[in-house]
């Protein structure tokens, strides 16, 4: 079932949302060379804690951590872990918050260091077809039509774009319906309607589509152990112009004042 949200609470599900681009913020300011996954999985649980709120993912379905911690060629879906970041490392985060009966669930990706230009026009790209979808997130148009943008923005350049993992439906539960694949054919799907809200990621890998899950029953890698970047934004369908409940904005102003990282 597809729930409709009221006026209400989207703005419940903005703050919600705003605490995880908040928290993405903190994260950015300190990120380096050196520091583990598992710092990483601390700092933000008690950065939500403080907050009133609570980790969205610890203990959803047995997830033994905070956050979702996808190093290099870990897709999503990765283990906060001792192993000290480095230079080249593609870090995925994906943080989710409870505050006031509703999620927040969204993700960036930063690159510490130095790294290959092609690891880095994925970055963007990956960027770039999250903002093609969300174009699509409008009253009247459907769901295939945001993955058709992703896929069609991500594809001209050869990257695969996975299948098996999608967005998603979000409100009082983490995972609600409509599923939203990055793949699709226009005009395909669920019509959307006025103050649906998604989770709309992006999950694209430098080289094969193809992925497998490590024997953990969670961490996610490219076959090809080739890098996979991972966006995304909560969403919600509006007349026009779609409503981005989350805020890059504060992300991408921390990740520019980190030499640490580059942007």
Known sequence: MIYIKTEEEIELMKISARLVSYTLSEIAKVLNEGMTTLDIDKMAAEIISDHGAVP??????????????????????????????????????????YKNGFHGDHAY???LGEAPPEHLELVRRTKESLYKGIEQAVVGKRIGDIGNAVQKHTEQY?????????????????????????????????RLKENMVLAIEPMINLGKKEIYTESDGWTIRTIDEKPSVHFEHDVCVKKGKALILSDYSIIEEAESKNSNLIK
């Open 56 to 97: 969205s993912f610890l203990n959803y379905g047995g997830f033994p951590h905070n956050i979702c911690a996808s190093v290099n060629d870990v897709v999503v879906h990765g283990f906060p872990n001792k192993t000290p970041l480095k230079s080249g490392d593609i870090v995925s985060l994906d943080v989710g918050v």
């Open 109 to 111: 990706t930063f690159v």
């Open 158 to 190: 050869g990257y695969g774009v996975v299948r098996e993992l999608v967005g998603h439906g979000l409100g009082k539960d983490m995972h609600e319906e409509p599923d939203v694949p990055n793949y699709g054919r226009p005009g395909q799907g669920v």
